[in-house]
């Protein structure tokens, strides 16, 4: 059955989308109820954010070796997702590998505003400040680092976000099925990648798992 806040999100999002010009879908389309939603600790919250962004770095060019003994240091190698392992054990990738584990600094971007570490979170519309992400977590870059907890935003503002986010995205694939393409390819892919991040915050879903349903 359907809440409340749900309903409530549904409108708050959807009154957000109109007043940027984006197409809203108008049918019963809702995140989980706060009361189902399971939120991540701070802890593997920002050990996720961290793999996010070393292996784009990675992907951008900084030495594979490198990576593998930041890794190490933080004791992250357990953490690595199976796909994430398997990108690691291989030195050399295809450019549209790269490219996707790229794309991943957007899901690492919206992990750190969840854990407070943003003063705000830019619209999808523009990329994330990869200069602010690096000076967060190179600070972090340890195995003491990566003990630290930090208080996250709460459940309620995080689901808020969740909503606006699926509702973003059905707007991108949207505009796809119905061969408009009047959606920034920007856009569609920071949507892409804060779905995927905001969905495994808000279950007990694996990484590689998580499935950007709209």
């Not at 790269?98 to 943003?118: F, H, I, P, Q, S």
Request: overall charge neutral.
């Amino acid at each position: 059955m359907v809440t409340p806040a749900q309903i409530s999100r549904q409108k708050a999002s959807n009154r957000r989308m109109r007043s940027h010009g984006y197409r809203v879908f108008e049918q019963p389309l809702y995140v989980c109820d706060d009361a189902e939603a399971v939120i991540r600790s701070p802890q593997e919250t920002l050990r996720r954010a961290m793999i996010l962004w070393q292996l784009s770095c990675c992907a951008d060019g900084t030495p594979h070796a490198e990576i593998h003994a930041s890794l190490e240091r933080c004791g992250l190698m357990p953490d690595l997702s199976p796909k994430e392992a398997e990108y690691m054990a291989t030195p050399f990738h295809d450019e549209q590998t790269d490219t996707n584990m790229k794309w991943n600094l957007e899901a690492a971007w919206v992990l750190l505003w969840a854990l407070k570490r943003l003063w705000w979170l830019n619209s999808p519309d523009t990329l994330c400040g990869c200069g602010r992400m690096a000076g967060i977590l190179r600070r972090l870059e340890s195995a003491t680092g990566m003990q630290r907890i930090f208080a996250m935003h709460s459940k309620s503002k995080i689901l808020d976000l969740l909503d606006l986010t699926l509702r973003q995205h059905w707007t991108v694939r949207d505009d796809y099925v119905r061969g408009v393409h009047g959606i920034p390819p920007v856009f569609a892919r920071v949507v892409e990648r804060r779905h995927h991040a905001l969905l495994w915050l808000t279950s007990t879903t694996p990484w590689d798992e998580v499935e950007t349903h709209t």
